[in-house]
């Protein structure tokens, strides 16, 4: 039950943190160590593939996406600089309203009957590779091949989904002419100079 | 209600009947298709179809008067609607005969004058188009068996009018006097609607002979309410007092016109239907009552306005509206064949005296302003013998035919016991001796005081009708009204009008009353000749007719102020009520209405769009804020259930 | 490094599980109560943060939050389908990631400041 209260409260620290840093990679690290409090919980849920695939997913692939991003906007004089704030003054109550509403979400989930957690965790612990043991890579591998092989399926199509839209979006979007590598140069020069002209 | 339809007529096939009834709407439909190619001859054309119903008309004397049984006259079934109930077709019996003779002879006449009066207008063709169809549609007022034909001719009767008061449109005045025709004609449609309304809902029926059949079995409030609405109709149509504004107006259409309608023939279909429906007039005293003082009041009151007026014209149309005062005295206290008889007599006279008047009006190219004739005696004599002979007989000089008509219809009114009714009508008889003679004098004796140098003579297609009326004018009367209930009239109606109660014995008899009219004759005569006609008053007859003019007093000028009232009470308000709706309720109410439906939907519009910010955060606050709305609701509702 | 220290975490909580001896079970209403929390914060990193980025990491904060419920009701329920469940999550927020740090790349790249707010063509 500490346990649960120390991790919980590093979840949400690091949440806090993720969003109110100043440089955006400090919110990377902030997010890296929720993801990590976070796998920390679900292996006390007997996820322990689960939590592992969040490591290396989240933490190992999305990340560093990240990283490379805020990489390539930190060019500049000034990077990740911000305008005025345009957001009209009825913000404030709704954003009070929408807070309110965790608090009532919150009450509710308290004061609601309780869900019995399973007694004892039949089968924890085995030999490794046994199907039957609940949270183990077999076990979710035997369920995602066969029972639910769709969401394996489609999770493929997401991500060829995933990726060509990438390739769409950012991809080179300008036809091929000789003299694109000049046509590069003279406009990252250009942007240089609008940006320190806003000196 | 009874399945037993009672028919006035000798029910038959009459093939002259109907040809007689449809000429003149043949005459009509050539004249206005072909008018432009066949131009001259269409005035021809015309009084041909009007001088052939005449001789259809004659060559009927035997059908219209035949007598079997209960039925009186040749009634010619058309069609029926709602087989059974409503049943239309013609009936040609000894009222509607005589009509019938003066509609077509007399109109005849003014067709043949009318040759010469309208020759050279612009409008020629039409002009006779209209004479036609005017007398196709009083012939179907006179000639229907039942009273929804009679309100289709009343109605087109006065649609003709309408047509021939406005037929010089181009003047304001005429286009004026047309309208305003028309709408207090309307005014006396609409009563005779509510009449055939009413014995709808009363018989089921609108035939003459259901109607007069059940007359007896109508209780006292219907029959009078039916009564009111027919005078209201028969108001309207021979201008009675307060529905005779129009008529002095309606002068503003030419000479014929107002010789044919407007005094011989369209004005007297108030008389025409009371005559009609005289079984119910008999059943209801009131009724009696109320027409007897109508007509009373508006005899004197046109013989009072006649003596002011300076348009000939005008003299003649409010001489007309006080005769058929009389004529409407007549019939509406029960002496039918009395005002029937000064009906015929007054026809043949006052187209005589209106013809006769375009003859001057013709000559003296188109004044109309007596004070600036005079002397014309020399100058024009034909005319003058003309109209001295209808004014001997408008003013019931004994022997001449105005003379037999009017005392009848006087002495009629003291029989049937209006002793009120027949001093009235005595005082009048001195007072149109007096205005007629005035026109008399005015115009013809003197000096002439005019601008035109050579009056231009009319031709003999113009003087032939004049002189072929003077005939009747001077002795229609003593030929067939002499000799009281053994006269050639009293025989010829016996079987139409049955005989009346009288209600005692009256204190005159016929010649104490005729004696009695004839002192009152004579001394209108003496008041007008020495105001007008001696060597003194001819004298400064400029100044002193201009002195008169101005003494006039303006309850005269302004005619009783009848014009005024109908204006501020009926047009006034109308007008601003149409003003109104078109300043006030229209802008503002009903363009209002759909501004404001409009400017909210704008105003909806910019509300909405001012969630359009651009901003993601923006709408990503919304999301967030609906979430939490859901959250809210579903934790309190939740929260309620636990 | 950061793998490591992560492991390190795993290591210190492995060993508990592995040993055999019960773990006293969390009641479920915490887990809940922790997601909806982290769920706000995630919530409110969106409306507030200005910087597209960190609103990205915000939605993965969310997207995390929603794992951690699956995953508690799996265990709650035995049931394996919650496992395949955060599984997708995880892929599509994989997916989703890609895709809006393409978006974001390709809009601010030639903007001055990299804000949110400016980037208003859609106004009105």
């Known amino acids: ?199 | 209600m009874s399945a037993v339809h009672h028919s006035l007529g000798v029910a038959g096939n009459y093939p002259m009947l109907v040809a007689l009834w449809l000429l003149p709407l043949a005459g009509a439909v050539v004249c206005w298709a072909f008018g432009p190619r066949l131009k001259a001859f269409c005035g021809w054309l015309a009084s041909a179809a009007i001088a052939a119903s005449f001789v259809l008309a004659v060559l009927l004397w035997g059908a219209g008067t035949q007598h079997a049984g209960n039925a009186l006259g040749a009634n010619q079934p058309l069609f029926s609607w709602i087989a059974g109930t409503f049943d239309f077709g013609l009936l040609l019996d000894p009222l509607s005969l005589l009509w019938t003779f003066i509609i077509t002879g007399v109109g005849f006449l003014i067709h043949f004058y009318s040759i010469g009066y309208m020759e050279g207008d612009r409008a020629y063709a039409r002009f006779f188009a209209y004479m036609n169809f005017f007398v196709f549609a009083m012939l179907t007022l006179v000639l229907s068996d039942n009273f929804v034909g009679l309100l289709v001719g009343w109605g087109l009767v006065g649609l003709a009018s309408y047509f021939l008061i406005g037929f010089w449109f181009e003047r304001r005045t005429a286009v004026a006097a047309a309208r305003k025709a028309f709408v207090l004609n309307v005014v006396g449609d609409v009563g005779i609607m509510f009449a055939v309304f009413a014995l709808v809902a009363a018989i089921h029926s609108v035939s003459f002979g259901d109607a007069f059949a059940a007359a007896g079995s109508f209780g006292t409030p219907l029959l009078f309410g039916i009564c009111i609405a027919l005078f209201i109709g028969a108001a309207a149509k021979s201008a009675q007092v307060p529905l005779h504004t129009w008529l002095p107006d309606a002068m503003e259409g030419p000479t014929p016109v107002s010789a044919l309608i407007h005094a011989a023939t369209m004005v007297t279909a108030g008389v025409y239907l009371i005559a009609r429906c005289a079984p119910l007039w008999n059943a209801s005293a009131d009724a009696r009552m109320l027409a007897g003082t109508i007509g009373a009041i508006t005899a004197i009151a046109g013989a009072i306005l006649g003596c002011v007026q300076w348009d000939i014209k005008r003299i003649l149309a409010y001489s007309t509206m006080s005769q058929i005062g009389y004529m409407i005295v007549g019939v509406g206290v029960g002496a039918y064949e009395g005002g029937v008889a000064h009906f015929f007599t007054h026809a043949f006279f006052k187209a005589q005296l209106f013809l006769a008047s375009g003859l001057i009006i013709h000559a003296l190219a188109n004044e109309q302003d007596v004070r600036r004739m005079g002397g014309l005696r020399k100058k024009l004599p034909f005319a003058f013998w003309a109209i001295l002979t209808g004014v001997l007989s408008i003013c019931g000089i004994p022997g001449f035919s105005g003379f037999f008509s009017k005392d009848e219809v006087i002495y009629g009114a003291l029989l049937h016991g209006h002793p009120w009714i027949y001093a009235t009508c005595i005082v009048t008889a001195g007072l149109t001796a007096y205005y007629m003679f005035r026109l008399l004098f005015v115009t013809f004796l003197g000096e002439y005081r005019g601008n035109v140098d050579h009056p231009h003579a009319p031709g003999w297609v113009m003087n032939l009708p004049v002189a072929i009326l003077i005939v009747p004018t001077v002795a229609i009367g003593a030929v067939l009204l002499y000799g009281g209930e053994h006269s050639p009239w009293s025989r010829y109606f016996a079987p139409q009008f049955a005989p009346a109660q009288l209600p005692a014995v009256p204190a005159l008899t016929e010649l104490q009353t005729s004696g009695i009219v004839l002192i009152v004759v004579l001394a209108g005569l003496a008041i007008a000749w020495v105001r007008y006609a001696t060597r003194a008053a001819q004298a400064g007859a400029v100044e002193r007719l201009r002195r008169e003019a101005e003494r006039t007093p303006a309850f005269l000028v302004n005619l009783f102020y009848f014009d005024t009232i109908i204006d501020l009470a009926f047009v006034r308000t109308s007008q601003l009520l149409g003003t109104l709706v078109a300043r006030v309720l229209d802008p503002h109410l009903i363009d209002g209405a759909v501004r404001e439906l409009a400017a909210i939907t704008r105003s909806a519009g910019t509300l909405v769009r001012s969630l359009e910010t651009g901003l993601l955060r923006a709408y990503a606050l919304i999301l967030a804020f609906g979430a939490a709305c859901f959250i809210i609701y579903y934790a309190l509702a939740a929260g309620g259930a636990h | 490094m950061p793998l490591k220290s992560n492991a390190r975490h795993a290591k210190r909580f492995c060993g508990v599980a592995n040993s055999g001896g019960r773990v006293v079970p969390v009641a479920i209403g915490n887990y809940i109560a922790l997601s909806a929390v982290m769920f706000f914060i995630g919530v409110t990193g969106v409306l507030v943060r200005r910087n597209p980025l960190i609103m990205l990491m915000s939605i993965e904060l969310m997207f995390n939050a929603a794992n951690l419920l699956f995953i508690a009701f799996a265990r709650a329920w035995l049931a394996n389908v919650g496992h395949i469940f955060a599984f997708l999550v995880i892929t599509v927020a994989a997916a989703e990631a890609a895709i809006g740090l393409a978006i974001v790349v390709t809009t601010f790249r030639s903007e001055p400041n990299v804000d949110v707010d400016e980037v208003r063509l859609m106004r009105g």
Do not use: C
Not at chain 1, 75 to 104: M, Q
Not at chain 1, 132 to 142: N, R
Not at chain 1, 165 to 192: F, I, N, T
């Open chain 1, 1 to 199: 039950m500490i346990a649960f209260w120390i991790v919980g409260i590093v979840v949400i620290a690091s949440a806090v943190w993720t969003i109110t840093a100043k440089k955006p990679v400090y919110s990377v690290v902030a997010l890296l160590i929720n993801f990590g409090a976070l796998a920390v919980l679900y292996v006390s849920l007997s996820a322990e593939f689960l939590a592992v695939m969040q490591i290396i997913v989240y933490s190992g692939a999305i990340l560093v996406l990240f990283v490379f991003v805020i990489a390539l906007l930190s060019s500049g004089v000034a990077p990740f600089s911000l305008g005025p704030n345009r957001l009209p003054r009825i913000a404030v109550p709704a954003g009070i309203v929408v807070l309110a509403a965790l608090g009532f979400l919150v009450y509710a989930v308290l004061h609601a009957a309780p869900v019995s957690m399973a007694a004892h965790a039949p089968a924890t612990t085995g030999p490794v590779g046994t199907a039957g043991i609940f949270g183990s890579v077999a076990d979710f591998g035997k369920a995602l091949f066969t029972v639910q092989l769709l969401p394996f399926e489609i999770t493929a199509l997401i991500l060829m989904v995933a990726v060509i839209g990438v390739v769409a979006l950012a991809g080179d979007q300008v036809p091929y002419v000789p003299s694109r590598r000049r046509a590069a140069q003279v406009e990252r020069a250009a942007r240089e100079a609008i940006l320190r002209g806003g000196e």
